[in-house]
């Protein structure tokens, strides 16, 4: 899956089990995104739409997530930014 550059609006795609280390995704629109045990260690989510998106066993270990809306997201089994992984 290519992610072009400049485009804004990823909603509902399929990215489970992606390597999205250190990606620049500072805005986009993942509303519904499944990203179920994505690698997001290290990525820009500022200000990301996450509304509704499956982060379940994603790592998001030093991920920005200043801004993020994470409006019922599923985060069962996702390591966050602080090292802890959500219950």
Known sequence: MLLAVGEQDFQ????????????????????????????????????????????????LSWARLEGADLSSAKLKGAKMPDGTVHG
């Open 12 to 59: 509902t795609i399929d990215l489970s089990s992606a390597n999205l280390s250190c990606i620049d995704l500072r805005g986009k629109n993942l509303s519904k995104a499944n990203l179920r045990h994505a690698n997001l260690r290290w990525a820009d989510l500022r200000q990301t739409n996450l509304h509704g998106a499956d982060l379940r066993g994603a790592d």
